[in-house]
């Protein structure tokens, strides 16, 4: 199973970020992503589902997301991980006023 998140790694004291790699060896960070949402923030969310959380999965600058966010994800295997990261979507930036793009940014 992968490991959490050490001193070392550039997600710190989030309790809620794992480390993983996948079949290509590639080292992967997830996170579960539960932001209490408001209207504006809703209208600028890609996809509804996302209301209830989502994982996302980072290497480098790929962002990928999975939403709903599933239970247990974070004592899931690398190999439930992977298979997740596989079946998320890409994250594509929302570029709109710096003020919103700031707020979005903030929760990812």
Do not use: Y
């Not at 590639?26 to 809703?42: F, I, N």
């Not at 190999?79 to 570029?95: G, K, S």
């Amino acid at each position: 199973m992968g490991r959490g998140c050490e001193s070392g790694d550039s997600m710190t004291n989030d309790i809620s970020v794992r480390v993983f790699r996948d079949e290509l060896n590639r080292e992967w960070e997830v996170r579960a992503v539960r932001d209490t949402l408001t209207e504006r923030r809703m209208r600028l969310l890609p996809r509804p589902e996302l209301a209830n959380g989502w994982l996302l999965f980072r290497l480098g600058e790929e962002r990928r997301r999975l939403a709903p966010l599933p239970p247990g994800w974070f004592v899931a295997t690398d190999v439930q991980l992977t298979r997740w990261c596989d079946d998320a979507e890409p994250a594509a930036r929302i570029v709109s006023s710096a003020a919103e793009t700031s707020e979005i940014q903030a929760s990812l």
